[in-house]
């Protein structure tokens, strides 16, 4: 008959076991940590691998005609009614993969998938998506995300779908132009994003002057993002469209989500900050990653106003020669109240027109003290890989704060030291030097659309 070993003390610590067996038995502290370390990188790597094949594209199916429903919509809610895509890109500055801008709401979004339809083979192939929501909700439950998958080795698709489940059929899901599948050469130099206009927006006299500034400091292209605006305003970004200088994107988000006009969450049911003005933003660098040299993130009713140089082409110029490496170039924001005007170009003929005329404006408000000043960008589109509204959230090289002598937000709107006398503003005419031009452009558009 077999003996029975005697049973000695219980064992609390198995894990010690395996680590003396992995490491020889040293009892050495040293020897120990250093063989904790090499066991948990192996952990580490043996989940990353994981996690990373779990993501990559898998055939599922053969033969297929690539049918998916196209849609050109601007915002496209997915059946879970949780997730809303906006456009997907192609991106290669790491690795080859789709990335699609979208509004997610950041708990309830768990998995999403891209399916790949893949010409003349007709392979559909599905890739687990990575969902990485921005970090600057400020507190709304719903919020910008990139949406990124792995793209297939040996394919370039033209189109994705975005589904919840692996499973399904690629004909009854929505299909995405993937854009900027071809590397374009710059057609030009800057182009401005303005997100969001809402609230039927009628300052037509002060979106006048300001397209026109751009124009004159050396932009070809301006992007709005348009929920809605007054049946005037609608008559002047048809001028500027048919003239090539704007680009209009429909921006229905309150079709989809209860919107907020303030960009902190109030706790009062709504879903998303400032008509979703960040996942806007994202977009239109984006879109115009391929066709523009420069990106410039401002609102309606700011100009970035150069002190130094004519226009923003020298101005940039000089930036990047004194900033090698900077991708990002944030100007401060300085407040011209609307309240305090002069009778300087008080132009009997713009009376009539609603809005603000900016050239009666030129008395900004001295800096407050412990708060900083916003400030708002122009950027190296294909530098920048996530945005917020005052700064870039991650991107491929610097952010440079652009002294005030060099530049400064020119930014008429309502005061926010309202108390001040008119003795204690700042008299600044810098927007004066630009007058003449002004005056002449912004009464030809008002011949050809107020009038």
Same mark, same amino acid.
């Given at each position: 008959?077999?003996?029975?070993?005697?049973?000695?003390?219980?064992?609390?610590?198995?894990?010690?076991?395996?680590?003396?067996?992995?490491?020889?038995?040293?009892?050495?502290?040293?020897?120990?940590?250093?063989?904790?370390?090499?066991?948990?990188?192996?952990?580490?790597?043996?989940?990353?691998?994981?996690?990373?094949?779990?993501?990559?594209?898998?055939?599922?199916?053969?033969?297929?005609?690539?049918?998916?429903?196209?849609?050109?919509?601007?915002?496209?809610?997915?059946?879970?009614?949780?997730?809303?895509?906006?456009?997907?890109?192609?991106?290669?500055?790491?690795?080859?993969?789709?990335?699609?801008?979208?509004?997610?709401?950041?708990?309830?979004?768990?998995?999403?998938?891209?399916?790949?339809?893949?010409?003349?083979?007709?392979?559909?192939?599905?890739?687990?998506?990575?969902?990485?929501?921005?970090?600057?909700?400020?507190?709304?439950?719903?919020?910008?995300?990139?949406?990124?998958?792995?793209?297939?080795?040996?394919?370039?698709?033209?189109?994705?779908?975005?589904?919840?489940?692996?499973?399904?059929?690629?004909?009854?899901?929505?299909?995405?132009?993937?854009?900027?599948?071809?590397?374009?050469?710059?057609?030009?130099?800057?182009?401005?994003?303005?997100?969001?206009?809402?609230?039927?927006?009628?300052?037509?006299?002060?979106?006048?002057?300001?397209?026109?500034?751009?124009?004159?400091?050396?932009?070809?292209?301006?992007?709005?993002?348009?929920?809605?605006?007054?049946?005037?305003? =609608?008559?002047?970004?048809?001028?500027? #469209?048919?003239?090539?200088?704007?680009? &209009? *994107?429909?921006?229905?988000?309150? %079709?989809? $989500?209860?919107?907020?006009?303030?960009?902190?969450?109030?706790?009062?049911?709504?879903?998303?900050?400032?008509?979703?003005?960040?996942?806007?933003?994202?977009?239109?660098?984006?879109?115009?990653?391929?066709?523009?040299?420069?990106?410039?993130?401002?609102?309606?009713?700011?100009?970035?106003?150069?002190?130094?140089?004519?226009?923003?082409?020298?101005?940039?110029?000089?930036?990047?020669?004194?900033?090698?490496?900077?991708?990002?170039?944030?100007?401060?924001?300085?407040?011209?109240?609307?309240?305090?005007?002069?009778?300087?170009?008080?132009?009997?003929?713009?009376?009539?027109?609603?809005?603000?005329?900016?050239?009666?404006?030129?008395?900004?408000?001295?800096?407050?003290? =412990?708060?900083?000043?916003?400030?708002? #960008?122009?950027?190296?589109?294909?530098? &920048? *890989?996530?945005?917020?509204?005052? %700064?870039? $959230?991650?991107?491929?090289?610097?952010?440079?704060?652009?002294?005030?002598?060099?530049?400064?937000?020119?930014?008429?709107?309502?005061?926010?030291?309202?108390?001040?006398?008119?003795?204690?503003?700042?008299?600044?005419?810098?927007?004066?030097?630009?007058?003449?031009?002004?005056?002449?452009?912004?009464?030809?558009?008002?011949?050809?659309?107020?009038?």
């Amino acid at each position: 008959m077999r003996q029975r070993k005697p049973q000695g003390k219980r064992n609390f610590h198995p894990h010690i076991d395996a680590l003396k067996m992995l490491c020889g038995g040293k009892k050495s502290y040293f020897a120990a940590a250093l063989c904790i370390i090499t066991v948990t990188s192996m952990v580490t790597l043996s989940y990353l691998r994981i996690q990373r094949l779990s993501h990559l594209p898998k055939v599922i199916q053969e033969g297929s005609r690539c049918r998916g429903k196209i849609t050109n919509s601007t915002i496209t809610a997915l059946n879970d009614n949780r997730t809303f895509i906006i456009a997907p890109y192609f991106d290669d500055r790491e690795s080859k993969v789709t990335r699609v801008i979208g509004i997610v709401h950041h708990e309830d979004v768990k998995q999403l998938y891209c399916w790949f339809c893949c010409q003349p083979d007709g392979k559909i192939y599905v890739s687990k998506a990575e969902i990485d929501v921005h970090s600057d909700r400020f507190g709304f439950p719903y919020g910008a995300a990139d949406i990124v998958c792995v793209e297939p080795e040996n394919c370039d698709p033209t189109h994705v779908s975005i589904h919840h489940s692996p499973h399904g059929n690629i004909d009854q899901l929505p299909s995405f132009e993937i854009k900027n599948r071809k590397a374009e050469t710059f057609p030009v130099d800057f182009t401005v994003c303005i997100s969001t206009m809402f609230g039927n927006y009628n300052n037509v006299l002060q979106f006048i002057q300001s397209i026109e500034m751009y124009k004159i400091l050396g932009v070809q292209k301006v992007v709005i993002y348009k929920n809605n605006c007054s049946h005037l305003m =609608e008559k002047v970004l048809k001028f500027y #469209m048919e003239e090539g200088t704007v680009e &209009v *994107i429909p921006w229905p988000i309150n %079709s989809y $989500l209860k919107v907020s006009s303030k960009w902190h969450f109030m706790q009062d049911g709504t879903h998303i900050g400032y008509y979703g003005q960040i996942t806007a933003l994202n977009d239109c660098i984006y879109r115009n990653m391929q066709r523009s040299k420069f990106v410039v993130l401002n609102d309606a009713d700011e100009i970035i106003l150069p002190r130094k140089h004519p226009d923003w082409k020298t101005m940039m110029h000089s930036l990047q020669e004194q900033n090698p490496g900077a991708v990002v170039f944030l100007f401060e924001n300085h407040i011209f109240p609307e309240t305090v005007s002069t009778h300087v170009f008080n132009i009997s003929s713009w009376n009539t027109v609603p809005g603000v005329n900016i050239l009666q404006h030129v008395h900004r408000e001295p800096d407050r003290k =412990e708060i900083i000043n916003p400030r708002k #960008m122009i950027i190296d589109p294909r530098k &920048v *890989i996530q945005t917020s509204v005052h %700064s870039v $959230l991650r991107a491929y090289g610097n952010s440079v704060n652009v002294p005030m002598d060099v530049a400064l937000i020119y930014h008429c709107r309502v005061p926010l030291q309202g108390n001040l006398p008119r003795e204690s503003l700042i008299k600044d005419t810098t927007l004066w030097r630009y007058n003449s031009s002004l005056i002449m452009n912004v009464n030809k558009v008002l011949n050809q659309t107020v009038s």
